[in-house]
């Protein structure tokens, strides 16, 4: 059931546009995308859009992307087997959402950018595709599982975003939630991502107890090649002081998650150390974090 924005009636769908009866405010389709809630503060800075087409020609030989979906998949299938209906939120182009697609969930691809979700389009990710505002609310009671991988650090206000995921849910559904570990690692790298801020388990924990979920699992990864990110965020610092440095942080962060084939396979290797012990057992530092919630409201 989905809530009108304005209203929050039930919409319904007409064959060519989601329609709210009760207050007569249309939701248009275009090009497949389903406009759902999109109202942008063009003030403020949400992420970098023109990184999707990089990231979508890097991430299918990235270490970091292959290995993040290794973990993220494993943790799926463990709390919640296919076929189950998710909806990934900040879904970028798809890359996570198309690995779960190929598991045998229905999945729902949903971001702020009409641009990402036309490459979700592209790898046939998704069911639906929408535009949506997690700092607006328009979902109620709908979704198996959401899934957010590295998006609420990019929102200001990151417990509405987790209340309005909690709202997407069934009663019994999962949230999958990844995001960057350790406010010590925060350097030019975040500034650039349009990142907020970096997550102590602390935090992370508070947030999602707070938008009424209760956690399942919470543990870091990230963790074996910890010591060489923490000293390559410690050389590149925290100064942004001019365009040029600009550019040079924006190629080494793209260099970092697309290194040359020999260290990226080295790397994968170390890296893909982490989701067999993470079957096993939770890790104790890292450079994110991973937590499994669960919507679980009380029987009157
Ligand atoms: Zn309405």
Known sequence: MILCKNC???????GEQYLCSSCDLNYPINNGII?????LDENKTYYPEDSFDTLYKIEEASFWFKVR?????????RYLPPPAEVI??????GFVASAMHKLGYTV?????????????????AGRHYFTLNLEERIFVE????????????????DLLALTNMY??????GYAFITVP??????NAGDVISEHKRRYTMKELSDKVEEAGFRISKMTYFMALLFPLLYMKRKITGNSLNDDSCLQDIKDDCLAQLNPNPLVNKLLYTIFSIEPLLLRHMNLPIGGSLLCVAQKKERTK
């Open 181 to 186: 570990a350790c406010p010590s690692l925060w």
């Open 69 to 77: 979906n290794t973990i993220i998949s494993q943790t799926i299938t």
């Open 167 to 172: 709202r997407l849910l069934k009663n019994g």
């Open 35 to 39: 406009d759902l809630s999109k109202n």
């Open 88 to 93: 990934e939120v900040g879904c970028g182009t």
């Open 108 to 124: 729902d691809c949903a971001d702020l950018f009409p641009e990402a979700l036309a490459f979700c389009m592209k790898r046939n």
């Open 142 to 157: 709908e979704y198996d599982a959401v899934c957010a991988f590295d998006v609420i650090e990019h929102i200001e206000n």
């Open 8 to 14: 929050s009636n039930p919409i319904q769908y007409n």
